[in-house]
């Protein structure tokens, strides 16, 4: 199955234009400062106004910036564009969006793991990922969701009111599922996604060294922040006088920064 190609982001520039090609949809810009309006009075609440700063200028980096413009052309540029979604925004804003969200406490570990996973996985497959840049909407309908997911699965990792040992469980499975995932698509023999075969050789790789360069860079520096925060909740269960890694809430974590 085939689909007729026409990116959000736009048809793939050529490399002397790529600089110069930003993202200025009014309808995106709109909601970029909704969602600022909406995010800034919890950022203040709880003193945390450098980090949604960052946060939105991350997301405006991944939106607007030549980024959007080069991952219609490389594979590994959308890599790029999802690695910064999922392991730089997510972490820094999930405060603002799910933070005081009490009942998702009730949602088990493995549900979000799961939920997180199938995103991540669907809409790395090549036939989802076709249909994604088929247009506007099926582009949000692969980027909104990949967001929201990501963003739940760092609460469950760094949200202090969740209990050490499952924020780890869900650390380390999903280390393991993004090397699974960068494995799958450094190692595979030819390349999988057909909307970049005639535009990665204009940027100096072969469609199956972009794809090869996308795995690596979702198998390595997507991971590290995974890594970092399972090696975080592991001193912050130490640091915890009674309740070890079953602990939920707990004065000395809720100190500690996250």
């Known amino acids: 199955m085939t689909f007729n190609l ?7 520039p050529v490399p002397q234009l790529l600089m110069s090609d930003w ?4 309808y995106l810009l709109l909601a970029i400062g909704i969602a ?10 709880d003193n945390r106004v450098g980090q949604w700063l960052v946060a939105l200028a991350l997301f405006v980096v991944v939106f607007v910036s030549p980024l959007c413009a080069l991952s219609s052309a490389l594979f590994s540029a959308r890599a790029v564009h999802h690695i910064v979604l999922i392991s730089l925004v997510a972490p820094l804003a999930w405060r603002f ?8 406490d009730r949602v088990p570990s493995i549900f979000i793991f799961v939920f997180h996973t199938t995103m991540l996985w669907l809409w790395h497959l ?3 990922y076709a249909w994604a840049l088929s247009g506007s909407i099926p582009y949000w309908i692969m980027e909104i969701p990949l967001l929201l997911s990501a963003a739940w699965l760092w609460k469950e990792i760094l949200d202090a009111r969740r209990p050490s040992g499952g924020a780890l469980v869900v650390c380390a ?8 995932l960068g494995a799958y698509l450094t190692f595979a023999s030819h390349p ?9 050789p204009a940027y100096g790789l072969s469609a199956l060294e972009d794809q090869q360069l996308a795995g690596l860079l979702m198998w390595i520096p997507a991971s590290l922040p995974f890594a970092a925060a399972f090696l975080f909740r592991i001193a912050q269960a130490i ?3 009674s309740g070890g890694l079953v602990a939920g809430r707990n004065p000395v974590a809720a100190r500690l920064p996250h």
């Open 6 to 12: 026409d990116p959000y982001c736009g048809s793939a």
């Open 192 to 200: 999988l996604f057909s909307p970049h075969f005639q535009t990665a």
């Open 126 to 128: 090549p036939l989802p």
């Open 173 to 180: 499975a999903t280390l393991l599922q993004m090397t699974a």
């Open 36 to 45: 600022a309006a909406f995010t800034l009075l919890p950022a203040r609440r």
């Open 97 to 104: 969006v799910f933070g005081h969200a009490m009942l998702l």
């Open 23 to 26: 993202n200025f949809d009014p």
């Open 239 to 241: 640091t915890r006088p």
